[in-house]
């Protein structure tokens, strides 16, 4: 990814002008009224009547340039990346689907994260079986996610978070949904279990926090958390059959918690596997 940059700019007028940049494109757009105090957006500087303005522009990442490169989810307004290289991952990920996560408080729906699903583009070589299915077909047959996830290619689940909120209530309402879907929870399981909750104990997830939860195959996950962006690191790697299968389960299996997510992932498949 290109680092971002600053390109300073003079720009000289007869009159104080407010100026604006897009795409490192100045655009200037409506003149403001002088004042005594001399203070204005921009810096001004009058010299043989006029006035010239200094600003700075911000040479945008390569990578957050053109809306092609990205998919907004219509809901939460979240923009997620088309593709992903993920710490861990042999290889980049495609998104195929993304959907919102609401909790119901005093009948009142609010939502909390935006999530796109990614996988490695080569599992639509085993999904030939539903080629030419509908959406609505595809998203009512769970042997098609089943496959998915028993793939031993990678996967990733991007949360992004669209309100402010702490670690433990986060963990206590993903263990909530994951641990109903454990029956008879092995030693293996409950330390992983242990190590997963552990990456989000005492830690405030801001809004526009991402968690990354990254299938590698289903025997192992990789949790990553980044506050601002794509994360550098794995801060936890869960394994466990049991709890990875689960976690999938949550989110694409029979009672999802995010209907949105999985309806979304099955248009995505549909489009896909024509």
Do not use: H
């Not at 494109?25 to 203070?39: A, E, F, Q, T, V």
């Not at 998203?139 to 990678?154: K, R, T, V, Y």
């Not at 601002?228 to 990875?244: C, K, Q, R, Y």
């Amino acid at each position: 990814m290109a680092a971002a940059g600053a390109i300073s700019v003079w720009i000289s007028t007869s009159t104080p002008t407010k100026i604006t940049a897009f795409n490192t494109k100045p655009r200037i757009s409506y003149p403001l009224k002088l004042s005594r105090n001399g203070i204005y957006p921009l810096s001004t500087f009058e010299k043989n009547g006029q006035y010239e303005q200094n600003f700075t522009i911000k040479a945008a990442a390569s990578s957050s340039v053109g809306s092609a490169e990205y998919t907004e989810e219509p809901a939460t307004k979240v923009k997620f990346q088309r593709s992903l290289s993920l710490p861990g991952c042999s290889t980049s990920l495609s998104l195929l689907g993304t959907g919102y996560r609401e909790k119901i408080f005093a009948i009142i729906g609010v939502k909390v994260y935006a999530a796109g699903l990614y996988v490695n583009d080569s599992i639509f070589g085993r999904l030939d079986a539903w080629r030419g299915r509908s959406a609505a077909d595809i998203q009512q047959d769970p042997s098609l996610f089943n496959n998915i996830f028993e793939a031993n290619l990678e996967k990733s689940l991007l949360i992004v978070l669209v309100r402010d909120i702490d670690g433990k209530t986060f963990w206590d309402a993903l263990d909530e949904a994951i641990s109903p879907r454990i029956k008879s929870p092995t030693a293996d399981d409950k330390s992983a279990l242990s190590t997963f909750r552990a990456v989000f104990q005492g830690k405030p997830l801001k809004k526009e926090t991402s968690i990354f939860l990254t299938w590698i195959d289903p025997t192992k996950m990789l949790v990553s958390l980044s506050f601002d962006g794509m994360p550098s690191s794995v801060d936890a790697t869960i394994e466990s059959p049991n709890v990875a299968s689960a976690l999938f389960d949550v989110f694409l299996g029979g009672d999802p918690v995010s209907p949105t997510l999985k309806a979304s992932v099955a248009k995505g498949l549909e489009a896909t596997l024509k």
